[in-house]
């Protein structure tokens, strides 16, 4: 009697099981990019290891507001004023040279992501500043997804370059 009961749930689940296969979310995404400057890991992170200093250092920002919490969260408005991102800080390192954060809401095609600049010794009065992240892409926004975060992280680290340049 329990090998009747059995049965009947098995094939109850397999078309379940199928529902949820077909309706996934979008897979997953990673970006990172780098650029190796001028300068000791500590002096590029007192530039731009503050987590409001992306407004001193990054061309698209016109403002920065961080809230005092702990861990803090950091509004950014673009310079035209058409965009706004908030942002809570997940991690920081002034030993490491690092902080990760995620963002809250944005314009931009992506669901969970998560993302980490981080400063590391190149040697030679040299280091190299690597912005990565992951995050989910809207289901078939995966290339305007990519390619708007592509141009932020290049712009931002052109611009940190270009703030080290002997």
Not at 12 to 28: F, H, K, S, T, Y
Request: hydrophobic letters at 40%; proline letters at 7%.
């Amino acid at each position: 009697m329990s090998r009747i009961a059995i049965r009947p749930v098995r094939y109850l689940l397999a078309p379940a099981c199928g529902l949820v296969l077909l309706a996934a979310p979008a897979a997953a995404a990673s970006l990172s990019r780098s650029v190796d400057v001028n300068g000791t890991p500590a002096a590029v992170w007192k530039v731009i290891g503050p987590f409001c200093a992306i407004k001193d250092w990054h061309p698209a920002i016109g403002t920065c507001t961080e809230t005092s919490a702990k861990p803090p969260t950091r509004t950014l408005v673009t310079k035209d004023g058409k965009a706004t991102f908030v942002e809570p800080q997940t991690a920081h390192s002034d030993k490491n040279h690092s902080y990760s954060y995620a963002i809250k809401s944005s314009p931009l095609p992506v669901a969970n992501y998560k993302s980490t600049i981080k400063v590391t010794a190149k040697g030679n009065n040299m280091s190299t500043v690597t912005w990565s992240s992951t995050y989910t892409p809207q289901k078939g926004k995966e290339k305007e997804a990519n390619d708007a975060l592509g141009g932020i992280y290049d712009a931002g680290l052109s611009a940190i370059k270009a703030k080290f340049a002997k």
